[in-house]
């Protein structure tokens, strides 16, 4: 059976003097174990260990909730609301592989059931047949519209096809799955860009916003990812899949902390009704097992 990061922390406690120097060393390497980053978990060890020195904080509970207070402010949660009667667009950005096109499906059920009238998919990785006959299969199992166009044809312009539907119907939610093929990132970059000027002039005001999907097990991995991604276009927050037994889910805060990226929507299995809103306070509890 599989042990979770948050019973490892627990088992740090166990017959230990929860004061030493050492102990501290083992909480900072199993912050690292749980992707939080080495500098930073470096700095949240130090922080800890003095306030636990000045407030004469001992025994597990209080130094879980002190390592708690110091670990919330990089936990950034966002609600990313639609707009009524607007023609809203969220971009799906990431590597291949996270999940991507699973979770525009998942974003996409999730509005419908929400109340949303107009809800389309859009197939804008052009490059991958895969991608295209996999969103078209989501969206007949789901009964959401898909825009697609035929392979290699120009991602931008399905986007524009699919804003366009939406405004005709009064209005709505396009989910654009993209590319991401980073092994060459400067056409990635290019293509990116130019969905991203298309997005920008066919969205309402305020009614765009380019969401990050990131797999929670891969660890620092993400934050490089967060940081690629986000150079070439800005990302204003991340989906999180894979939020199971195997994720460690630090790397959350680390991208909270070195980009400030919020976290949106959580993906914790395989079904199309997995997904949640993320909550940082149940998150970071549930990261440190309190």
Same mark, same amino acid.
Do not use: H, N
């Given at each position: 059976m599989k042990v979770s990061f948050a019973e490892k922390i627990k088992s740090l406690f166990s017959g230990r003097n929860a004061e030493s120097e050492a102990f501290f060393d083992d909480l900072g390497d199993a912050l690292i174990e749980g992707d939080v980053g080495a500098k930073f978990?470096?700095?949240? !060890? @130090?922080?800890l260990e003095e306030s636990c020195r000045k407030e004469k904080i001992s025994g597990q509970k209080e130094i879980l909730l002190k390592l708690k207070e110091l670990i919330m402010p990089f936990a950034k949660e !966002?609600?990313?609301? !639609?707009?009524?009667g607007k023609t809203n667009i969220w971009m799906l950005l990431g590597v291949n592989g996270v999940g991507k096109t699973t979770s525009a499906a998942k974003l996409a059920l999730m509005q419908k059931n929400s109340g949303l009238q107009n809800v389309i998919l859009c197939a804008s990785d052009t490059f991958r047949a895969a991608a295209v006959s996999q969103l078209e299969s989501h969206g007949e199992k789901l009964g959401i519209r898909v825009v697609a166009h035929q392979m290699g044809s120009d991602p931008a312009a399905v986007v524009f096809d699919a804003a366009d539907s939406a405004r005709a119907h009064g209005g709505g939610l396009v989910i654009a799955d993209t590319a991401g093929r980073l092994h060459n990132k400067e056409n990635l970059v290019r293509e990116l860009e130019k969905i991203d000027r298309v997005c920008s002039e066919k969205a309402d005001d305020s009614c765009y916003k380019k %969401? %990050? &999907?990131l797999d929670a097990t891969t660890g620092q991995n993400a934050l490089r990812q967060a940081e690629v991604f986000n150079e070439a276009v800005g990302v204003d927050a991340l989906v999180l899949t894979k939020c199971d037994s195997s994720a460690k889910g630090? &790397?959350?805060f680390s991208i909270g902390k070195a980009l400030g990226i919020p976290t949106a929507f959580v993906c914790t299995g395989e +079904?199309?009704? @997995?997904? #949640?809103?993320? @909550?940082?306070?149940?998150?970071? @509890? +549930?990261?440190? #097992?309190?």
């Open positions: 978990a470096m700095e949240l !060890i @130090d922080s !966002i609600r990313l609301p !639609i707009q009524a %969401l %990050l &999907v630090g &790397v959350a +079904g199309y009704s @997995d997904i #949640g809103f993320f @909550d940082a306070e149940k998150y970071v @509890d +549930g990261f440190l #097992g309190l």
